[in-house]
């Protein structure tokens, strides 16, 4: 079993329509939880970022972590045809100094006009 | 400041020859990433170096070697590559919080 789990879609939806975009763990001693954006043919971007459960709103884009249940979430409101992408969710254990990243697999949404 | 730049970005190599992926970053991290990014298995760690002088094997180290030249610079080695190394390859670099990445290189083994 891996350890982050994430379900690669296709997930396809029309402007203006909120997306949730998920990854579930199974390894409880993550505290560090991000969200890369990945446009094609290019390198990952981090979105976002937070330390620990509870909400994390940015412009258009709220991320969301339940420790309790291993989950972790990301939502856009009023998606664009730009959000159009692959979101790569990741965690670490430690919240600061050097720690290796894990990754999940990547979700590629797509935002039709 | 042009972050984490990487040559070559396209390469076709045949099985069994060599080649060097060279990596640089101007952000003054001490931490340095080769990952490679297949179809289905997302970013998997292959070696890093959480400091200048310093490399460490990750998830998948086989048929590759690294070396750390300087605190800018972290190169990728394919000894004798094989079909199997067909991939996007991308380097990364990290202050405390956040992974920078490289533009990648696709590499093709025939």
């Known amino acids: 079993q891996k350890e982050v789990e994430q379900d690669p879609g296709p997930l396809s939806v029309p402007e203006g329509a909120i997306v949730s975009l998920n990854c579930t763990y199974s390894?409880?001693?993550?505290?560090?939880f991000m969200w890369y954006r990945q446009y094609s043919r290019k390198g990952p971007e981090l979105l976002m970022y937070?330390?620990?459960?509870g909400n994390k709103e940015d412009g258009r884009f709220t991320a969301q972590v339940d420790k309790s249940s291993k989950y972790i979430s990301l939502f856009i409101r009023d998606s664009q045809p730009s959000d159009s992408a692959t979101y790569l969710c990741?965690?670490?254990?430690?919240?600061?100094?050097?720690?290796?990243?894990?990754f999940g697999t990547g979700t590629r949404l797509l935002v039709s006009p | 400041n042009a972050g984490v730049t990487q040559t070559p970005k396209f390469q076709v190599l045949k099985t069994g020859q060599s080649m060097t992926l060279q990596c640089a970053q101007d952000?003054?991290?001490?931490?340095m990433y080769w990952y490679r990014q297949d179809p289905g298995m997302g970013l998997r760690l292959i070696y890093y170096s959480a400091s200048e002088g310093t490399t460490d094997k990750g998830e998948v180290p086989n048929g590759y070697n690294v070396s750390r030249l300087n605190k800018r610079e972290f190169s990728l080695r394919l000894e004798s590559a094989a079909p199997s190394q067909t991939s996007v390859y991308f380097c990364?670099?990290?202050?405390?919080?956040?992974?920078?990445f490289g533009p990648g290189t696709r590499l093709t083994v025939l």
């Open positions: 937070t330390y620990s459960s």
């Open positions: 990741a965690m670490r254990k430690g919240v600061t100094g050097f720690q290796k990243l894990v």
């Open positions: 390894n409880s001693a993550f505290q560090y």
């Open positions: 990364a670099s990290s202050d405390d919080n956040e992974q920078f």
């Open positions: 952000m003054n991290h001490n931490s």
